[in-house]
């Protein structure tokens, strides 16, 4: 690893809520473009789409006064509006094809933003009861929207993001064998995985010997750096305050395996 290239998620500069308070003011565009600015060594925002994106000329705008780069659009296909029965592997066709339609134009705003990644974390596909879902066609349904967004553009990856919790009792996606899983039977080259350390560690794993098994198939995309007291909760604390020697051995195994992808703070103030 030559340098570490570090972006930050520009939705944690914004107005946060969890079930229990409201955290930070709403905040504009600008206003968070100009936080993102202010911190030492950060070269690139990831943007929220749709959310950060409502008007991509001023979107571009502001990268371009700011001197950051885009580093990928995550693509928010949890609304329970639409997906309160799953996303991806929605039992409704209609649902399916509205979480594809977002990929697909984040996609393209991408491209338009000079990108070549979007990210998304798929957490409205999951369950939390037994017999709640049927797993073989869920996971059929899964694996096949996969296939159409890739298949959509060539150009643009697309990294995602495993959870083992949260909304759900369990995420489909939700470690690193089933991330794998996704990306062999999808079989396209620009499908890969955003790799969360705390997720990582929500799903009991060890960080720096999952990237390495993604890096060994050619499916590490791109990176969330933060942690968490691994006991199942996404805490999205500062990265190493807990599992400092994790942190480590992470940082030693991405000089290893030379890898030239970005470092994205996901991390709650």
């Known amino acids: 690893m030559k340098e570490m290239k570090f972006c930050v998620n520009l939705s944690f500069f914004g107005q946060r809520r969890d079930r229990f308070t409201v955290y930070q003011p709403?905040?504009?565009?600008?206003?968070?473009?100009?936080?993102?600015?202010?911190?030492?060594?950060?070269?690139?925002?990831?943007?929220?789409?749709?959310?950060?994106?409502?008007?991509?000329?001023?979107?571009?705008?502001?990268?371009?006064?700011?001197?950051?780069?885009?580093?990928?659009?995550?693509v928010d296909i949890k609304d329970?509006?639409?997906?309160?029965?799953?996303?991806?592997?929605?039992?409704?066709?209609?649902?399916?094809?509205?979480?594809?339609?977002?990929?697909?134009?984040?996609?393209?705003?991408?491209?338009?933003?000079?990108?070549?990644?979007?990210?998304?974390?798929?957490?409205?596909?999951?369950?939390?009861?037994?017999f709640q879902i049927n797993y073989k066609r869920a996971w059929e349904h899964f694996i096949e929207s996969v296939k159409e967004v890739a298949t959509y553009r060539s150009d643009i990856k697309l990294a995602l993001e495993y959870q083992p919790h949260e909304p759900h009792a369990r995420i489909l996606l939700r470690n690193v064998g089933m991330a794998l899983y996704?990306?062999?039977?999808?079989?396209?080259?620009?499908?890969g995985i955003n790799f969360d350390v705390g997720h990582s560690f929500a799903a009991i794993e060890s960080p720096a010997e999952s990237l390495s098994l993604l890096d060994s198939n050619k499916r590490l995309f791109y990176i969330h750096t933060n942690d968490n007291t691994g006991d199942g909760g996404d805490w999205d604390m500062i990265s190493g305050t807990v599992h400092f020697w994790h942190w480590i051995e992470l940082i030693y195994t991405l000089g290893k395996i030379n890898y030239n992808g970005w470092l994205g703070g996901d991390i709650a103030p």
């Open 80 to 130: 329970a509006t639409y997906f309160r029965n799953g996303a991806l592997s929605a039992q409704s066709k209609a649902a399916r094809d509205r979480a594809i339609g977002l990929l697909r134009e984040g996609m393209d705003i991408a491209a338009e933003l000079g990108c070549d990644m979007i990210s998304t974390c798929p957490l409205a596909d999951g369950y939390d009861y037994p």
């Open 182 to 191: 996704v990306c062999s039977e999808a079989d396209k080259a620009n499908v």
């Open 26 to 74: 709403v905040r504009t565009l600008e206003e968070k473009f100009k936080l993102a600015s202010q911190i030492n060594e950060i070269r690139g925002v990831e943007l929220k789409y749709p959310f950060d994106l409502k008007d991509i000329s001023l979107a571009k705008k502001l990268l371009n006064d700011s001197g950051l780069t885009c580093s990928a659009v995550n």
